[in-house]
């Protein structure tokens, strides 16, 4: 139990874990419909890309990985909030969500 | 070290006048545009003298011929070529200069009088100070690109001044004729400017003359092709066999055009331009010999052309044209300073006979038929007294001007041997032919019975009269000179031969035969035209298809319109406009935007404006890059044996 506690996760558990969010995040983002959720995907891809980040920062004693995390975080609030306006834009406008529905840029 | 001359503000005087008249001209009073328009060639007609004066040993001396003045900047330096703007003055651009300025100074005077009532006065009077400007570059010219430039600028101002009545459809015509007739001819003067440039190195005339004159027998073949060249281009200024035709057309233009640049000075350039470039001439029988022949030939064919045209201008047009077929012939035989005597009187009796023409269309409303005047000589007495001047000096009569120039240069085409006896023949025949048609006009305007409404002409004012008596009086004493006197002058720039076998004894029949020959074209004239008028039109039924033949100028334009003109519009209409235009340019383009529409056509289907759609062309791109950087090439391009063989193979 204690010697349990005492090992170290291994790097690649980290990077394993970080892989699979970012795969979830893609597929999301492929695969739903609703522009909320396809959103909420792209965050998902960002912090996978975090988690990675603060990994190797860990791993190489480096503080850089970390600094570089909170410029990904900050940009996503950005983001966020002007992704979340555009949504409620759209949908006001077509009382919609569904990207398939939102393609009035095909010729 | 010569005191400076200011040759620059010979020709830079008309082009101040020219830039005066032709941008203000319009808002100026036309006192002041006349004003502007004499004083430009009569200030550059006083340089000319006062730089005259002093070779004569009047005035401050200038120190020896040649002088040269040559522009501190360099205008051209490339490569083998350089050229800078430099002018030389010799006895013979002198002479040409005394001619240029001196008769062209008179046309301006009478022009006030001919042009007074005509629309666009400054614009006539700024192409005219133009054309001075740019006849007096030709002739100053030290080397053969500027004279070029002179050259292309004087056809330049002949387009414009033919074309001057720019509404009536045959005067933009003949403008247009004349340029591109010119074009061929200056296509020769550029290949042989060329030829110069790669054998000589060089293009100013002295250094050319002092090349060939260390080695007589410079390189034979390329000296003849490029004094043929510029025989070439001589034939397309001075109107010689077979580019003629833009001469007859260009009559067009304003008579006081016709008299300066038509008669007295342009078309004289090509022999001018033989005659500063004569040491190549010289060094070529051959080139010579065609000369001589083109020359003869044109004087004959021209003169009897002339022998029944009924537009007063025409007649005078083909005289043109035959007295420098003259000018040609004596060249061909080497007698350059011959040739440039003969330049000189026929400026004064031909501008004479120009603008005598012109006082008698002024005074009788425009009208140019021959055949509609007749008995003006009570009506213009002074105009009449001046024509009879005219005639008898291009006829060759003692002791009008005209008799020492051609005897001149029969008795130099004489000595030159067999052949030179056939052309002396020739111009015998031209000089009886001359006669006759210069008589024939003579009788048909001013005696006989009035033919047409000429009732009441209109007074001819002094601005004309005057310069017709001077011209008369030139035209009377211009010979005087004598040979002997303006040859030995001419030597040093153009050469002396001693004439083999002549003698004054020899010279005096010569001019007894010219001058019976004269008499006796006289003579057929007054039998035909004041004897009985009647037996002319007979003569002219009885042999029905000579006179026609003369009558259409020998159907040339119409040959070279079915030769040159009709082949060359129908490869542009049908070729040119629909295969190559249409075809091949047009296709192109219809090509290009072709492959742009289908291009677009398929790469449309991309942007399909589905945000997943992009989000999957996005991750699969993402993924064939991690592929990519996943492939070990290394050990990829080892397993291809054939680069490693390459590489091993160092």
């Known amino acids: 139990m204690n010697s349990f506690l005492a090992q170290e996760v291994p790097l690649s558990w980290y990077l394993l874990l970080s892989a699979a969010l970012f795969a979830l995040g893609v597929v999301g983002f492929l695969v739903k419909r609703n522009l909320i959720t396809v959103f909420m995907s792209i965050e998902l891809m960002l912090n996978a890309v975090n988690l990675s980040f603060v990994t190797f920062a860990h791993q190489w004693h480096a503080v850089k990985g970390q600094i570089f995390v909170f410029f990904v975080m900050m940009v996503a609030a950005a983001e966020a909030a002007v992704g979340l306006a555009i949504i409620i834009a759209v949908f006001r406008a077509r009382a919609t969500l569904a990207v398939d529905r939102i393609d009035l840029m095909k010729l | ?650």
């Not at chain 2, 061909?332 to 009187?345: C, E, K, P």
């Not at chain 2, 001007?401 to 002396?424: E, M, T």
């Not at chain 2, 490869?571 to 935007?593: N, Q, T």
């Open chain 2, 1 to 650: 070290m010569n005191a400076s001359l200011h040759l620059w503000l010979i020709p830079l005087l008309p082009f101040a006048g020219f830039l005066l008249n032709g941008i203000l001209g319009r808002g100026l009073p036309k006192w002041l545009v006349t004003a502007v328009a004499l004083l430009a060639p009569l200030a550059a007609f006083g340089v000319v003298l006062n730089a005259a004066a002093g070779f004569f040993g009047f005035g401050p001396a200038v120190g020896s011929l040649p002088y040269i003045e040559t522009c501190p900047i360099p205008w051209i330096d490339a490569g083998v070529l350089h050229v800078n703007f430099s002018f030389v003055l010799d006895q013979l651009s002198l002479v040409m200069l005394l001619v240029v300025t001196g008769v062209g100074f008179l046309i301006h005077v009478y022009s006030v009088g001919y042009m007074g009532d005509e629309e666009g006065y400054a614009r006539y009077f700024s192409f005219l100070n133009l054309f001075l400007f740019f006849m007096t570059v030709l002739v100053l010219a030290g080397n053969a690109l500027v004279m070029f430039v002179g050259w292309e600028g004087v056809g330049l101002a002949s387009y414009l001044l033919i074309g001057f009545y720019f509404n009536k459809k045959s005067a933009a015509d003949a403008g247009k004729k004349a340029f591109i007739v010119n074009r061929i001819g200056d296509f020769g003067f550029l290949i042989g400017m060329f030829l110069l440039l790669a054998n000589f190195g060089t293009l100013t005339f002295s250094e050319i003359a002092a090349k060939l004159g260390m080695d007589p027998g410079w390189h034979g073949g390329v000296v003849t092709v490029i004094a043929l060249c510029l025989m070439l281009g001589a034939a397309g200024k001075s109107a010689q066999l077979p580019l003629y035709i833009w001469l007859p057309d260009a009559m067009e233009g304003p008579t006081p055009v016709s008299a300066l640049i038509h008669a007295a000075t342009m078309v004289t350039a090509g022999v001018y331009m033989i005659a500063r470039t004569h040491v190549l001439f010289d060094h070529s029988p051959f080139a010579l010999g065609v000369v001589a022949v083109v020359g003869a030939a044109t004087a004959l064919f021209a003169a009897t052309i002339a022998l029944v045209q009924t537009d007063i201008k025409r007649v005078l047009a083909y005289s043109t044209i035959s007295q420098l077929g003259y000018m040609f012939l004596a060249c061909g035989v080497a007698a350059y300073s011959a040739a440039i005597f003969h330049l000189v009187t026929h400026a004064f009796f031909k501008a004479l006979l120009f603008l005598a023409a012109g006082a008698v269309i002024h005074a009788i409303g425009g009208e140019q038929d021959l055949r509609k005047m007749g008995g003006l000589w009570k009506k213009l007495p002074l105009t009449f007294a001046v024509t009879t001047v005219g005639v008898l000096a291009i006829g060759g009569f003692f002791p009008f001007a005209g008799f020492f120039s051609k005897d001149a240069i029969l008795y130099a085409a004489f000595l030159r041997g067999p052949g030179g006896k056939a052309l002396w023949f020739v111009g015998l025949l031209t000089a009886l032919l001359t006669s006759f048609y210069m008589f024939r006009l003579w009788y048909l305007a001013f005696l006989g019975k009035p033919r047409g409404e000429t009732e009441h002409p209109h007074a001819t004012p002094w601005s004309m009269l005057g310069p017709l008596v001077v011209l008369a009086l030139l035209s009377i004493g211009g010979g005087w000179i004598g040979m002997e006197r303006f040859g030995s002058f001419l030597a040093p720039a153009v050469g002396a031969r001693a004439a083999e076998g002549g003698s004054a004894h020899l010279e005096l029949i010569l001019s007894i035969v010219a001058v019976a020959v004269a008499l006796a074209g006289w003579f057929v004239a007054d039998m035909l035209y004041r004897q009985k008028p009647a037996r002319a039109e007979q003569l002219a039924a009885a042999y029905p298809g000579g006179y026609r033949v003369l009558a259409n100028k020998y159907y040339v334009d119409e040959i070279y319109g079915a030769v040159v003109v009709k082949p060359l519009l129908g490869i542009s209409r049908y070729f040119l406009e629909w295969v190559v235009d249409v075809g091949l340019v047009g296709g192109c383009a219809w090509l290009l935007a072709g492959v742009a529409n289908l291009s677009g056509a398929i790469l449309q289907r991309w942007q399909s404006g589905n945000l997943r759609s992009y989000a999957a062309w996005l991750a699969a791109g993402a993924a064939v890059l991690l592929l990519f950087l996943l492939v070990p090439w290394d050990a990829v391009l080892a397993s291809f044996p054939a680069i490693h063989f390459g590489i091993a193979g160092h």
